[in-house]
């Protein structure tokens, strides 16, 4: 069984620019959500998406916005990159998406702002 | 507000002995607790997880013991290798509308010595 897939693995952008990244959820699961990883923050929840709708979303400015499609893969975005921006971001999924669900982490996309 | 502290940054163990990660929390509405692993540049590797209803939980080299009275967690790892180096994650999820919603601690570094 296929693990959770995060496209692309290693990215570089510039301030001001847009980024996109994807993720491809565990066959089945229904639930994905988002985090960012940085050395000062540690891991931050961003939001979780279910069934196309968002429902739940963390403390992050509205430049990280995010989408899920019929197929359950999903999206996220962050406009007007930031130095600040560069960090791990974590893509993770689950059957449902409640507490008692295991929640299955893909490798990452690593954003640099430059 | 940190809601689930790992108060030890790192944590030195020799190969063949016990490893013990702690973890505590504040939210009474946490009810499901997991440990990852992780290694640097990949996402979190799933380890073991426990509900509110149970106090321990065992999964081969792996017991997760937990203490609701004290809100804290404890990670045994027996024997341990030198493959179970890694930064090791508690993380909780709580009942009620926090979907696929995780929060983490800040991690302990296990180093395990030949």
């Known amino acids: 069984k296929a693990g959770v897939t995060q496209t692309p693995r290693y990215l570089i952008k510039t301030r001001g620019q847009q980024v996109t990244l994807s993720c491809s959820p565990i066959s089945g699961h229904r639930s994905v959500s988002w985090y960012q990883q940085t050395p000062g923050q540690g891991l931050q929840f961003l939001f979780e998406y279910f069934s196309e709708t968002q429902r739940n979303k963390g403390n992050f400015p509205g430049r990280f916005s995010g989408r899920q499609f019929s197929n359950s893969r999903s999206e996220m975005n962050v406009s007007t990159l930031e130095l600040g921006d560069s960090a791990l971001y974590l893509c993770?999924?689950?059957?449902?998406?409640?507490?008692?669900?295991?929640?299955?982490f893909g490798e990452g996309s690593w954003l640099t702002v430059v | 507000d940190q809601q689930v502290k790992q108060n030890s940054p790192s944590l030195s163990v020799q190969e063949g002995r016990i490893s013990i990660l702690n973890c505590d929390y504040t939210?009474?509405?946490?009810?499901?607790f997991l440990w990852y692993k992780k290694y640097p540049a990949e996402g979190p590797t799933f380890l073991i997880s426990i509900s509110s209803i149970k106090d321990k939980n065992e999964d081969g080299r792996f017991t997760v013991f937990l203490n609701k009275s004290a809100k804290h967690l404890s990670l045994h790892i027996v024997p341990s290798q030198p493959g179970d180096s890694a930064v090791y994650f508690c993380a909780a999820s709580a009942r009620g509308t926090s979907y696929g919603k995780l929060t983490f601690g800040q991690g302990t570094i296990l180093t395990v010595h030949p």
């Open positions: 939210n009474s509405m946490f009810d499901y």
């Open positions: 993770a999924s689950s059957l449902q998406g409640v507490s008692g669900n295991t929640i299955y």
